[in-house]
């Protein structure tokens, strides 16, 4: 199965800044690499993804960029905000099955 | 509905008792899935439907969990003889299928086991 892990575990930064969260993954077959963000007591919704087509993605203040053939992929976020401030996950799938990274928690410091 | 609900929102029960959790897709989304989610931690996969069948069972921790979906729409997680390391947030997602089809979830079931 698909092994997944998320770098860094926790991340602050001042408002502002940016930040930067890497997911590695060992399936060579994944092709679709979504992020998810979980904010305190809700449920996770995707916020941006990227087929393994393309290399770089950007939606206002988030992008992601991938890298196939090192096999690992990037969520930034820019002019950071107090609203960015929840637990993002990476989902990089192959198949059906989404296996989640074990997620990194952001602190957005005003 | 408009978006994936679950229920209970909430369940407190003690330890032994069995326990249901029902999640109702979005309409027309053939892929649910069932995910378990212990205070701060990640999300584990616990269970994958297409239409009617479950592909993959792999991830239901012991056989004292199960599921079933009815119609292709409504699904029902069970846990029986319930303990107190079940305590955790069980998470409901459907989409609309293929790989690359966005997961919406529910609110999730807190479960408390006594």
């Known amino acids: 199965g698909e092994n997944v892990e998320q770098h860094p575990s926790t991340l602050s930064v001042q408002e502002g800044d940016s930040a930067v969260i890497k997911c590695t993954y060992s399936?060579?077959?994944?092709?679709?690499f979504p992020w998810y963000k979980q904010e305190l007591g809700k449920r996770p919704q995707l916020i941006i993804d990227i087929r393994s087509n393309v290399g770089e993605k950007k939606d206002q203040r988030i992008a992601v960029t991938l890298n196939k053939t090192a096999k690992h992929f990037s969520l930034h976020i820019t002019e950071t905000q107090p609203e960015d401030s929840a637990v993002y996950f990476c989902?990089?799938?192959?198949?059906?099955?989404?296996?989640f990274g074990a997620g990194t928690t952001v602190t957005v410091r005003a | 509905g408009a978006g994936v609900s679950q229920s209970p929102s909430n369940k407190v029960t003690e330890k032994g008792k069995d326990v249901e959790l029902r999640c109702d897709p979005i309409s027309g989304h053939t892929a649910l899935y069932w995910y378990r989610q212990s205070l701060g931690q990640g999300l584990e996969f616990l269970i994958y439907?297409?239409?009617?069948?479950?592909?993959?069972k792999s991830g239901l921790p012991s056989d004292r969990f199960s599921a079933e979906r009815t119609g292709g729409s409504v699904s029902t997680l069970t846990i029986q003889r319930t303990q107190q390391e079940d305590s955790a947030v069980y998470l409901c997602?459907?989409?609309?299928?293929?790989?690359?089809?966005?997961?919406?979830f529910g609110e999730g079931s807190r479960l408390t086991v006594l």
């Open positions: 439907f297409q239409g009617n069948s479950a592909p993959d």
């Open positions: 997602a459907s989409s609309s299928g293929g790989v690359t089809g966005e997961l919406f």
């Open positions: 989902a990089p799938r192959g198949d059906y099955k989404l296996s």
């Open positions: 399936d060579s077959a994944s092709n679709y």
